[in-house]
């Protein structure tokens, strides 16, 4: 069967991705001190970084694949203060956690190109990321790095849609937007649980990469598990596209 299109995964697959930060408090704080007092704003950015970590905790349980809502969990916190735009104060500290998510991104020169070479095969580009950072601020960082969105047919991001892989819905989705059967796309991804069992369960074709992370394969049986992303061109050879 001839692979019309290839899903990727985003962190640790088309680039590395470091770890988070353990301490956000100063920076949380440092947006609190325009609403309340100093003494406030510094309690106020433990509870909100204790109840930041305390959701996404609860919501890395086996099964679980809603995706965190880090300004809905803020606004929860600081539900009791006086401010007459709480919803825009809780995005405010929500992208604290955003942009630095984003700066722990590390993406080469050639991040937008590796990828931009699938595209001369004719395949279609999707992309389906597990990612409680705003849309924008992803995109943001994306085109300084050559990954536009004109490279992709969709983008899907659980911050959009409330939905993480493994959820079988994401990859509905994604087939949808992409216009193609599971059989004819190929899913590229470094996690096994969320980038080949999930898409194999759906019916397509998954590829491991060990390019940033080396994630035992275990009873999973992926396609191929490749060293770097360029690799999957002789997957794609093997499947005739």
């Keep these: 069967m001839a692979i019309r299109a290839i899903l990727f995964d985003l962190g640790d697959t088309l680039f590395r991705l470091h770890p988070l930060p353990e301490d956000f408090r100063p920076a949380l704080a440092g947006v609190l001190r325009d609403v309340v007092a100093e003494a406030d704003a510094v309690q ?70 590796r990828v931009a070479t699938f595209l001369n095969r004719g395949v279609r580009l999707g992309l389906v990321s597990n990612t409680s950072t705003r849309p924008d601020l992803l995109a943001g960082y994306m085109d300084q790095v050559g990954l536009t969105a004109s490279l992709f047919q969709t983008m899907l991001f659980s911050s959009a849609t409330g939905m993480r892989k493994p959820n079988p819905k994401v990859y509905e989705r994604a ?17 096994v649980g969320e980038d080949i069992r999930g898409p194999m369960a759906a019916g397509m074709y998954a590829v491991l990469t060990h390019e940033f992370r080396q994630e035992d394969p275990g009873s999973a049986r992926p396609i191929a598990v490749v060293r770097e992303l360029l690799d999957v061109h002789e997957v794609l050879r093997t499947l005739r596209t």
């Design 44 to 113: 106020f950015a433990g509870e909100i970084q204790d109840a930041i970590r305390d959701a996404w905790e609860a919501s890395s349980g086996p099964g679980l694949t809603a995706e965190v809502d880090n300004a809905g969990t803020i606004a929860d916190v600081l539900e009791g203060i006086e401010n007459s735009d709480l919803p825009r104060l809780a995005r405010r500290l929500a992208d604290v956690f955003g942009k630095a998510d984003v700066a722990r991104f590390e993406a080469g020169e050639d991040c937008g190109d």
């Design 175 to 191: 087939l949808r937007r992409m216009g193609t059967r599971p059989d004819e796309t190929l899913f590229v991804g470094d996690r």
